[in-house]
Every structure is written in structure tokens, then in C-alpha cells.
């Protein structure tokens, strides 16, 4: 995400390279370029426009400090103002009633039905909140088919009124359910167009007249650049939605709507969309992502995630089995999986400073662990447990089973000895002599 732009800017800066202070001339250069940078990652031009004159204005009022180089001053005042331009702070969700209700608007295929899904097992997961899904699309071929595939993944129940052709009864239904059945938030998914039409707008405008959702979120494809900014004027102007969601964030290198969209409607980002997996789902933080499009990473984010994968007991088991030099591939294979849990490789290498430029043109495929899962899966349960007793004809089997070849086979096993006498060393001996000194 947001690719192009980075590398654009960060060629911008550099006309500010090897300079000693600040000129109008420098700066005037600087911002002509980061104003085409802004402008080919697909941003509104007075969106542009105004960011440019904001940053020009406050640079050309501040004293320089002597420690700081003019390119270092211009970066962050450019960092700044995007966080400002993004929002600035994370929003919310307010939902106060009883069940909540969410209502989902937008246009056909930006991915309302999926992030529909995200968002149900978002909460249920994090917020502890028992969500029901309403098909509301009574349009779409198979959209409620997709609705209840999704809801099964999760763990959520759908509610659906497969011969109603109104929408607006069948939310007000989906509610009375929830009552009933003691779910505390209703998400509802209702139908898209291909393009803005009168009717598709009359007909959402009852949807939220009828139920007064707590919260209205217009999804948009980020991939369709300035058209998705003029849809949420439009939306906007109808519905006054409470906040903006960016769907398919992973696909777009551009990423002009996310920097345009806040500034046209005045209305926040609440969220972004990273990949397909339930999973991939990320409250917007417009200083984490002005970070990330500024090429500094965001670890906070990295760390998050980590968090929310981290099991207490599982970890203190995993010490114990390092420390006596047990580790063996069934922790392996937990250690990958929960990994995986965690998001889109890519998406996460990106997140760690510096390493994402470096591997920018390198594709990490999400498919990276397939070959070793697959050669694990291929060991018996002893020869998982016991590594050491994997000989020639027990690696050549392996081999064959896991459609690999002999070579890739003693690779990992030699990798593997490598990290479980290392994370030996680490855990346990250091432990000890810790210890020992302690005791002294």
C-alpha cells in the first residue's frame, strides 16, 4: 500500500539534500514535487493543493534548529500535516443502543458484504459483543449465500428473508431478532449499485430512516482513486454517514482516496481493509499510516498484532521445553500458525522500519510456509517429537510425501537445529548463569 507514493516522496526530499538552511527557493522546489507526488498517487488536486501552501506557510515561519538538516525539518512537517490530512486521532465506533446497529452503504463490489463479516468478527473477537449479520442485499445474485458462508466462518449468525424483496423489513426483522435472541449489535448489509442512482439512494435512505443505526459506514474500494472520493460526496449528501471504510488497501499502491476522501466529505476513516482473510482488518491510525507512507514503518501496529496472538501459558510452556532443550517440530508448527494469524506477510514486513523499502521490489508470497508445513505434515508424530531420529530413508520419505526434494528436506532440518540450539542458548544457559550470578 501506498507504494508509489513513498517512493515519490522520498525522492521529493531529496532536493533538500546537502542544504544548510531553508530558502523559499528550496522549499518552493521541495513541494513542487511532493505536490506531484500527491497528485500521481491519485489526490484530489485542491486536496494537493492546500496540503502543499499548509506545509510551505509553516516552513517558511520556523526557526531551524541547528541540529536539524532542512530535509529532516521538511519530512516531519510533511509526516505532520498528512497525519492532520488522514484525521489526525483514530475514531471509534460509538454504539450506544440495544442491540447497536451498524449500517453498511456504498456501491457494488467495493466489499461490503466481506468487511460486513470483518467487522462481526472484529468485535465478537475484541469487543467481546455477540453481533448478528442481516442480509439485506435482495438484489444480488447469491449475495446472501455469501453473506451466511462468511457467518459460518466466523461463528456469526445471519439472519435472511430469502423470499422478501424489502429491505427495509427485513432489518427492522433482523433487530427484533437480535432482541430475542440476545445479540447486543446488528450489522446490516444492504445492496450496492454500479453507479449512484436515485433509487438505490431512496432505498438506503429508508433502510436508515426506519432503524436510526447507531452508526453508518460508507465502504469504498480504494482502488477506484478520485471516482470513490465523488461517490462519498454523493453518498454523504444523502446519508451523512459517520465514517468512511477503505476496503482493498493490500491492492493499491496509489492510495490517493485515503489522503482525499477525509478532506472532501469531513468525515473520519475508520477503518482499513488489508487483505481477504477475516483477519485482515486494521482501525485507522492516520499518524501509524503517515509513518508507513513516509517509509518509517509502523512497529506499534507490528507489536499489536503480535499481542493479540500471544498466549501466556502456551509461551511459558514453550520456555520450559527451550530450556531442556525440547523444542521440537510440533512447536514449529505453532509458531508458524500463529504467525500466519497475524496478517499478510508483506503487510507485516512492511510494518517494521526500513525493512520494507529494502524488500519493496521482493515478492513475499503469503504461500512462503506452504513447502515447510507441508514437509512437517509428511513426519510421522515420533519424528515430529524426536528430530533426531530423521535418518537418510526417513528424509527421503519425507521428501516424497511432501512432493519436495532431499535437498529442501536436510535444509530445514539443518535450519531447524540451528534455531532450537540458539533459542537453547538463549533461554537456558543464559538463564542459568543469570542465575547463578544473582545467587553471588
Known amino acids: 500500500m501506498f507504494e508509489n507514493l513513498t517512493d515519490r516522496l522520498e525522492r521529493s526530499f531529496k532536493v ?6 531553508i530558502t523559499d527557493i528550496n522549499v518552493a522546489e521541495t513541494l513542487k514535487e511532493v505536490r506531484r507526488s500527491l497528485l500521481d498517487a491519485d489526490v484530489n488536486y485542491k486536496v494537493a493543493k492546500s496540503f502543499t501552501d499548509t506545509v510551505k506557510e509553516k516552513a517558511m515561519g520556523m526557526n531551524v534548529l541547528t541540529s536539524v538538516k532542512p530535509g529532516q525539518l521538511m519530512v516531519k512537517l510533511v509526516h505532520d500535516e498528512l497525519a492532520r490530512l488522514m484525521g489526525g486521532e483514530a475514531s471509534e465506533l460509538v454504539l450506544t443502543g440495544r442491540p447497536a446497529v451498524i449500517l453498511m452503504s456504498g456501491l457494488q463490489g467495493s466489499g461490503k ?3 460486513s463479516a470483518k467487522l462481526a468478527n472484529w468485535q465478537k473477537q475484541k469487543k467481546n459483543r455477540r453481533p448478528l449479520l442481516a442480509a439485506c442485499d435482495v438484489y444480488r445474485p447469491a449475495a446472501v449465500d455469501q453473506l451466511k458462508v462468511l457467518g459460518e466462518q466466523i461463528g ?3 439472519y435472511c428473508e430469502p423470499d422478501s424483496k424489502d429491505p427495509v423489513n427485513i432489518a427492522l426483522n433482523a433487530i427484533k431478532e437480535a432482541k430475542a435472541k440476545g445479540n447486543d449489535l446488528v ?8 453507479a449512484v442512482d436515485e433509487e438505490m439512494m431512496n432505498e438506503i435512505s429508508a433502510i436508515k430512516n426506519a432503524i436510526s443505526p447507531d452508526e453508518t459506514l460508507f465502504v469504498v474500494d480504494s482502488m477506484t482513486g478520485q471516482d470513490a472520493v465523488n461517490t462519498a460526496r454523493e453518498f454523504n449528501e444523502r446519508l451523512d ?7 482493498k488497501l493490500d491492492g493499491d499502491t496509489r492510495g490517493g482516496a ?6 472532501v466529505v469531513d468525515k473520519p476513516i475508520k477503518f482499513i481493509g488489508t487483505g481477504e482473510k477475516m483477519e485482515a482488518l486494521d482501525v485507522f491510525h492516520p499518524m501509524r499510516m503517515a509513518d508507513r507512507i513516509l517509509g518509517m514503518g509502523d512497529i506499534v501496529s507490528l507489536v499489536e498484532r503480535a499481542q493479540e496472538q500471544y498466549d501466556e501459558k502456551a509461551a511459558r510452556r514453550l520456555q520450559k521445553k527451550i530450556a531442556k532443550n525440547q523444542f521440537d517440530f510440533n512447536d514449529f508448527l505453532a509458531q508458524i500458525a500463529q504467525i500466519k494469524k497475524m496478517g499478510n506477510i508483506k ?4 510494518m517494521i522500519p526500513g525493512v520494507g523499502k529494502a524488500l519493496k521490489n521482493i515478492d513475499i508470497d503469503d504461500n512462503a510456509f506452504k513447502s515447510i508445513e507441508a514437509m512437517i505434515y509428511s513426519m510421522t508424530p515420533q519424528e515430529r517429537s524426536n528430530p533426531d531420529m530423521i535418518n537418510g530413508s526417513r528424509r527421503r520419505r519425507i521428501a516424497a510425501g511432501s512432493g519436495t526434494d532431499l535437498q529442501e528436506v536436510n535444509r530445514l532440518l539443518k535450519q531447524f537445529e540451528q ?5 537453547h542458548q538463549m533461554t537456558g544457559g543464559r538463564m542459568q548463569q543469570m542465575m547463578a550470578r544473582m545467587k553471588k
Open 113 to 115: 458484504t466481506t468487511f
Open 187 to 194: 450489522i446490516i448489509d444492504t445492496a450496492g449499485r454500479l
Open 16 to 21: 533538500l539534500k546537502g542544504e544548510g538552511k
Open 258 to 263: 485515503a489522503l482525499s476522501i477525509r478532506t
Open 241 to 247: 454517514f459517520n465514517g468512511v471504510v477503505l476496503t
Open 156 to 158: 456469526v449468525p445471519v
Open 347 to 350: 503487510d507485516l514486513v512492511s
Open 419 to 423: 534455531t532450537r540450539k540458539m533459542m
